[in-house]
C-alpha cells in the first residue's frame, strides 16, 4: 500500500485471523479479557462454588482438548474452566504477534482476576505447562496445586520438532477436511482415524481462497525456543514450588521422557508422578479417564471439595531472575 502524501510504501497489516469458522464449530461460553484487551474464549464445567482449576492447552491446541476432562472434574464437584491462549481458537491473535511466556502469564493472572481472585488449581499441558510452572515459581499466581501434563524444564528436542513440523506444514491451506484428516492421522498414529469429519472444524478455519487452514497464528512459530534458556528458567520455578504438584507423563511421549520426569522430581523433591500407558503427548485426549481419574484422586486429597486446601493462601510478589529473558515456550 502507498501514501500517496510522501510517496512511502506502508507495510501491509498482517491478518488476525485465519478465515471462517466453520459451521458446527462450538461457540465458546465466555470471554475474558487478557493483555491490550486480547479476548480470550473459555468454557467451563461444574458448580462455580466449587474449587477453581484452570486448564491451559499446549500449542496448537484449543480448550477443547479439555472438554473431557473439564467434564469429569465438574461431575467430582470442582469447577473446571478452561479456555484458549491468545492466538489459538477462538481467542484473539495478538495484534504485536508476540506470544511470550510473559504474556502468556499475564493473560493467566488475567483470567485468575475475572474470576474474582479465587486460588485456583493450575493444569497445564505442554506449553500451558509451561505457563503454569512460571505463574507459581515466580509467585505470579497464589495456587493451591499444580498438574503438569507431559512436560517440564528438559524436554526431548526431537519431539519438540516433531511438533513444530506439524504445526507448520500447508502455511497455504489444505485443499478439503479429508486432507486435514490425514495430517493429523500422520502425528497421532496411535489414534484411530475419525470416520466422521465433523469434529475437525474446530481446529481450521476457512480463507477467502475456500482453503482450510489451522485455527493458530502462524506468528506464533515465528520465534524459535532457545530450550537452554527456557531450561534456566524453568529449572528456577522448579525449585521454587512449595505447593502440591503432579506430573503426567504420556507413556509413548517423545516430548517428555522418562529422564526428564526424573530431572523434574529431583528439581521439586514432593512432587508426585503418574505415568499414564498408552498415552503420547496429548495425554488427555489419548486416555482420558485414566488421566482425570489420577488428577481428581490427586486433587481429592490437596484440595478437597468442601474442605480447605492442603496449601495455605499467601499474598503473591512476582519476581523474575533479570538474567532470565522472556522467550516462546516450546508448543
Request: net charge neutral; glycine share 12%; with cysteine.
Amino acid at each position: 500500500m502507498t501514501n500517496h502524501a510522501t510517496g512511502a510504501s506502508r507495510p501491509k497489516r498482517r491478518p488476525l485471523s485465519a478465515g471462517t469458522r466453520l459451521p458446527g464449530t462450538p461457540d465458546p461460553m465466555q470471554f475474558f479479557e487478557g493483555v491490550g484487551g486480547v479476548r480470550l474464549a473459555a468454557d467451563s464445567w461444574g458448580d462455580p462454588k466449587g474449587p477453581l482449576v484452570l486448564l491451559q492447552h499446549g500449542g496448537g491446541q484449543t480448550r477443547h482438548a479439555w472438554r473431557n476432562a473439564g467434564q469429569h472434574l465438574g461431575r467430582a464437584g470442582y469447577h473446571a474452566v478452561a479456555f484458549d491462549a491468545r492466538g489459538h481458537g477462538d481467542s484473539d491473535w495478538a495484534p504485536d504477534g508476540l506470544y511470550g511466556q510473559d504474556v502468556m502469564v499475564a493473560d493467566l493472572t488475567s483470567v485468575v482476576a475475572a474470576l474474582g481472585h479465587r486460588r485456583p488449581v493450575l493444569v497445564g499441558a505442554s506449553m500451558g505447562g509451561g505457563t503454569s510452572l512460571i505463574a507459581v515459581g515466580e509467585d505470579h499466581v497464589d495456587a493451591t496445586a499444580l498438574v503438569m501434563v507431559d512436560v517440564a524444564p528438559r524436554v526431548e528436542m526431537e519431539g519438540v520438532e516433531r511438533i513444530v513440523a506439524f504445526m507448520r506444514q500447508k502455511p497455504d491451506g489444505f485443499d478439503s477436511l479429508e486432507e486435514v484428516a490425514a495430517a493429523i492421522g500422520s502425528y497421532q498414529p496411535h489414534r484411530a482415524r475419525p470416520a466422521n469429519l465433523d469434529g475437525l472444524a474446530k481446529n481450521v478455519r476457512q480463507g477467502a481462497d475456500g482453503r482450510y487452514r489451522w485455527h493458530w497464528d502462524p506468528q506464533f512459530l515465528a520465534v524459535r525456543s532457545d530450550l537452554n534458556l527456557r531450561l534456566e528458567r524453568l529449572e528456577a520455578c522448579a525449585r521454587a514450588l512449595r505447593l502440591p504438584t503432579l506430573l503426567v507423563r504420556g507413556g509413548l511421549s517423545d516430548v517428555l521422557s522418562e529422564d526428564g520426569a526424573r530431572h523434574f522430581q529431583a528439581l521439586c523433591p514432593h512432587c508426585e508422578y503418574v505415568n499414564v500407558t498408552g498415552a503420547a503427548h496429548m495425554v488427555a485426549g489419548d486416555r482420558n479417564d485414566a488421566f482425570a481419574g489420577a488428577v481428581i484422586a490427586f486433587l481429592a486429597r490437596v484440595v478437597p471439595v468442601g474442605g480447605e486446601p492442603v496449601q495455605p493462601a499467601h499474598e503473591p510478589h512476582p519476581h523474575r531472575d533479570p538474567r532470565l529473558r522472556d522467550l516462546n515456550d516450546v508448543p
